[in-house]
């Protein structure tokens, strides 16, 4: 036996609205979305044995439009864009403003990271960061002990 929402005298057929609303297409609640429910850029993060390696997609943007940091052991990558008209137009029909910012921080390992040597690059719409560990923390070849 199921149940079914009637409304008053209407016929009882799911309406358009109440398929809709009851999946999950607007749960939108993941980590490309932030507080302001703004999307941020998706990332990718790989160990290796000497680093940290870190992809952001940020299609659109050029190198100055970041601010990578490094505070205590918090990354942070942030950018703000403003895209502006060359030309100055006075008889336009329809001119949209573009803002673009996002902040992301990523809390890196204590006393992994050799923080001196992080290095940054943009190239086809990806952000590659290089994050080396210190000798100390990389991964070593077992030993191997002989018998005596």
Known sequence: MSLIKRNGNFPS????????????????????FSSTSTT?????????????????????M????FHISLEGNTLT??????????????????KEFSYQSFQRSFELPKDVVD?????ARYENG???LTI???EAAKKKAPRLIEIG
């Open 13 to 32: 057929f799911p309406t358009l609205f109440d398929d809709l609303f009851s999946r999950e297409l607007f749960n939108w609640n993941n980590s490309n």
């Open 40 to 60: 941020v850029p998706s990332v990718n993060i790989r160990e290796t044995d000497n680093s940290f390696e870190v992809e952001m997609a940020a299609p659109g």
């Open 62 to 65: 050029e190198k100055k439009d």
């Open 77 to 94: 990558i942030a950018s703000q864009k403003q895209s502006k008209q060359e030309k100055d137009e006075e008889g336009y029909s329809r």
């Open 115 to 119: 923080e001196e040597k992080i290095s």
């Open 126 to 128: 990806l952000l590659h």
């Open 132 to 134: 080396p560990k210190k």
